[in-house]
């Protein structure tokens, strides 16, 4: 029989999975501040709106905003992996196969020299893309047998492109029949579901109305669904 579970970092439900560390910030001397921890942002007139939809060259100073050079210091840690991660990535003798969009697309960057068989992206944006049709096609395409598969929904499903939420009845719906989905082609993978990372508060999340529906409380909602 399959097995399913969700990734977690602790049995506790508020203990995070990792956290960041500053390696030139010495927490044994309480006489130092910690350095000041950088963080993204973008100003409106670096966003990609309806009126504009991607056609007007924003100012030269939005690609100077959002460099990642800031974060190269930083260094993750992590809590209490649980052993179910480390031997689906390490130790999976076949292929793991990513369900999802951009974030599962990264993910099967990461992988590619970390795993013995290249990874497979199973691209989908919502638990409703996920039909017996629509996994029959990709599983039949040459090198794909899926023996593990990392799925990663909700980015679509509360993010602005739909132009609203999805309601918390209906994205738990849509989770059941996929799942049910998934088991049935892949009776004997190994399926994993990885909980919808949180993101800040930022310019769309926090207007009003909102225009992105990925703030912190809809997103933890999201993950005890998929829980």
């Not at 056609?55 to 209490?80: G, K, M, V």
């Not at 929904?153 to 602005?160: F, I, K, L, R, V």
Request: charged content about 15%; proline content about 11%.
């Amino acid at each position: 029989h399959p097995s399913s579970s969700l990734f977690r970092g602790n049995n506790s439900d508020t203990a995070p999975y990792a956290h960041w560390v500053n390696p030139s910030y010495d927490t044994s001397d309480n006489s130092t501040h910690p350095p000041p921890l950088y963080t993204r942002f973008q100003t409106p007139e670096c966003w990609i709106t309806d009126e504009n939809n991607g056609t007007t060259t924003p100012p030269n100073h939005c690609d100077a905003i959002t460099d990642n050079s800031r974060f190269e210091i930083y260094q993750l840690q992590w809590n209490n992996l649980p052993p179910s991660f480390p031997s689906a990535i390490k130790e999976t003798p076949g292929q793991i196969c990513l369900l999802g969009y951009s974030h599962s697309s990264h993910m099967v960057l990461s992988l590619l020299n970390r795993v013995k068989t290249p990874p497979h992206w199973l691209q989908a944006h919502y638990p409703s893309s996920v039909t017996t049709t629509y996994l029959k096609e990709e599983t039949s395409r040459p090198r794909v047998n899926c023996t593990a598969v990392v799925i990663g929904m909700g980015q679509w499903s509360a993010g602005y492109p739909g132009r609203h939420p999805t309601l918390f009845s209906t994205y738990r719906a849509e989770m059941r029949d996929m799942m049910r989905t998934i088991l049935l082609h892949f009776p004997r993978a190994s399926v994993y579901v990885r909980s919808m990372h949180a993101s800040p508060l930022n310019g769309r999340t926090a207007a009003c109305p909102p225009e992105d529906w990925r703030n912190p409380l809809v997103v933890e909602v999201y993950t005890r669904i998929a829980e």
